[in-house]
Nanobody
Framework: QVQLVESGGGLVQPGGSLRLSCAAS????????IGWFRQAPGKEREGVSCISTSDGSTYYADSVKGRFTISRDYAKNTVYLQMNSLKPEDTAVYYC?????????????????????WGQGTQVTVSS
């Protein structure tokens, strides 16, 4: 059974950090581009970051550049999203998603429709 499971969410104060994990079962993440998305109440889902499968290229939304870092741990079949300097506007449910192809990733990584598999999400709340 193909499954993605996110973890690591929680409540953190502004300026704090969290590391989200996206673990796969039933398939190997090595061969997939992995994207992180988020959705806040009343807002559309937005792409946060992505890491390619071919050359490890990474992509970030302008709102998180310099604060978030995406990475892979091949041995653990897991992708991470390190989130630093968190702001209240980062509050959302965060989802990871897997895409079987890197084709066009540079310009469409933040389009959810291209991803094949999705996790159930993890809540991140940034509040004092």
């Amino acid at each position: 059974q193909v499954q993605l499971v996110e973890s690591g969410g929680g409540l953190v104060q502004p300026g704090g950090s969290l590391r989200l994990s996206c673990a796969a079962s039933g398939f190997t993440l090595d061969y997939y581009a992995i994207g992180w998305f988020r959705q806040a109440p009343g807002k559309e889902r937005e792409g946060v970051s992505c890491i390619s499968t071919s050359d490890g290229s990474t992509y970030y939304a302008d709102s998180v550049k310099g604060r978030f870092t995406i990475s892979r741990d091949y041995a653990k079949n897991t992708v991470y999203l390190q989130m630093n300097s968190l702001k209240p506007e980062d509050t959302a449910v965060y989802y990871c998603a897997a895409d079987q192809s890197d084709y066009g990733l540079g310009t469409t990584w933040n389009r959810g429709i291209r991803y094949n598999y999705w996790g159930q999400g993890t809540q991140v709340t940034v509040s004092s």
